[in-house]
């Protein structure tokens, strides 16, 4: 045994050995308690790390679905507006231009469309600015002054400081106010027609054998000039056929409705109606015109070779011209814009154009002319109707033929101008009903018929109306003055270069 030496007194061993009791008795308490600290915050810190990752998973997930609903909103929204898109290009296609805009409106900038819809809000706006002033302007024809306000004011705010639709809605509004001074008509309803003019009488006069025909069933522009304005002094004032008559569907069946007319204080009605509007080589060569044409302004013109073999554009030597110039002179000349309706048959082409020859070549360019003719005739207040494809008298003619005549006519004609329920008896030789070939022209959709007649003749009822047609041409200058005087002085309207009838005539 090793025993050590101290030179420690009793006092200090005491105060070593209280101190190593006291360091015993801490750390045998003090240890375990430390320790059990340490293990709680150790399992308060994992807890606390679990909550953080099943939150942090929680919103991953939560960003998931959301992404998916998000995803699922989107899809929805772009079917949405792929639809939106689609529907407003066959609005624009139908030249449903308010409608397109708002369709294409829907497309917001997230959807590939996007930038398509909106050039497409650009052309339609551009677009529509002439296509509605015109239908504004064929609706307030028809009588229907608030629809086309309604029409024009739509597109108001796409041109707040455009004239023409300033000056255009004006103009209806005064037209609606107008109306309410109109007066109820119940007298006759004068109709006459005309065929085209002669535009160059010494062409017509020249002795040869057409001489004569021509002279029995035409009049000149000098003629037409006069009896117009002769017409206009005696208070009359253009219609179209429906200010009379509407076509209703009743119980599955189309049916002629009849309307109150009402004009301006003392003016009595006239329809006009133009028999035969082409231009072949015969009736060019014997002093007509060559064709309709539209000039610079989209205004209808025509085109024909003077006697000296100039060309010659004019807006005064066939009577559509005529009639536009004078009812723009003369607005009170004419009811809710009528000028006249444009009987048209089929074996000649119409308004000057081969649109009887199908395999020409220059078909396709010829009808696309046509088309563009006709559009703005319509725009300016002239309606169509049939006069047979043949110019056939559908009185001798047997029922085959009538209808495979009727069927040729509108097949190529019909097919450019559009509907019509007008038929205009070739020759004015008419069927009546109770006949099967009147029943077939009613099948056809011909339920208005005029014939020919000396005085105004109307008969109506909901399945037809047959009305007279009094005819302006020699035979009637030189025969029927009396019968006329209601309408013009016969005598005075005379062209000097006029011949006189051949007796028979």
């Known amino acids: 045994m090793i025993i050590l030496q101290t030179n420690l007194n009793l006092s200090a061993h005491k105060t070593i050995i209280i101190a190593l009791l006291g360091f015993v008795l801490l750390t045998g308490f003090t240890v375990p308690i430390l320790y059990s600290q340490y293990e709680t915050q150790k399992q308060i810190r994992a807890q606390k790390e679990l909550y953080a990752q099943q939150l942090q998973e929680q919103k991953r997930q939560e960003a998931v679905i959301n992404q998916q609903i998000e995803d699922a909103a989107r899809a929805i929204q772009d079917e949405a507006e792929r639809e939106s898109y689609l529907k407003g290009n066959t609005a624009y296609a139908d030249k449903d231009y308010l409608q397109a805009i708002e369709f294409y409106k829907k497309i917001t900038s997230k959807n590939a469309d996007y930038q398509t819809a909106q050039d497409q809000i650009k052309k339609s706006t551009t677009e529509m600015h002439p296509h509605y002033l015109a239908k504004a302007g064929v609706i307030s024809k028809q009588g229907n002054y608030q629809e086309a306000i309604k029409l024009l004011t739509s597109i108001s705010a796409y041109y707040p400081d455009d004239a023409q639709v300033k000056s255009d809605l004006l103009k209806y509004q005064q037209a609606l106010e107008a109306e309410k001074s109109l007066v109820a008509y119940n007298g006759l309803i004068e109709h006459i027609f005309f065929h085209p003019l002669l535009a160059y009488p010494s062409l017509t006069f020249d002795g040869d054998v057409d001489s004569n025909g021509f002279n029995q069933y035409f009049v000149t522009v000098s003629e037409f000039e006069k009896i117009l304005n002769q017409i206009y002094a005696n208070n009359y004032i253009l219609i ?160 085959q033929s009538l209808e495979k005549d009727t069927l040729q006519w509108k097949k190529e004609v019909g097919s450019l101008i559009g509907p019509t329920n007008i038929y205009v008896y070739p020759f004015g030789s008419s069927v009546l009903p109770g006949n099967p070939k009147f029943q077939f022209l009613l099948d056809q959709g011909f339920n208005i018929l005029y014939s020919v007649g000396p005085t105004p003749y109307l008969k109506a009822s909901t399945d037809y109306v047959m009305m007279d047609r009094r005819h302006i041409d020699g035979i009637a200058l030189y025969n029927q003055e009396a019968i006329l005087k209601n309408l013009f002085d016969t005598k005075s309207v005379l062209d000097p270069v006029r011949p006189p009838l051949k007796a028979g005539s």
């Open 240 to 399: 179209n056929e429906n200010a009379l008559y509407e076509e209703k569907v009743e119980d599955g069946k189309t049916v002629l409705v009849p309307k109150e007319l009402k004009l301006p204080s003392n003016k009595k009605p006239l329809i006009l109606s133009v028999d035969d509007v082409n231009y072949p080589d015969y009736k060019s060569t014997n002093g007509t015109i060559s064709k309709l044409i539209l000039d610079s302004d989209g205004s209808v013109a025509t085109y024909s070779v003077s006697p000296r073999g100039e060309e010659v554009i004019s807006h005064d030597n066939e009577i559509i011209p005529i009639i536009d110039a004078f009812v723009a002179e003369h607005p009170d000349f004419s009811f809710q814009g009528a000028k006249g309706i444009l009987a048209l048959t089929g074996y000649y082409g119409i308004l000057g154009y081969n649109t009887n020859k199908l395999d020409s070549p220059s078909y396709p360019e010829e009808r696309q002319t046509a088309l563009g003719i006709i559009e703005r005739l319509k725009e300016t207040g002239w309606t169509f109707a049939s006069h047979g494809y043949s110019h056939l008298d559908a009185r001798a003619e047997s029922y």
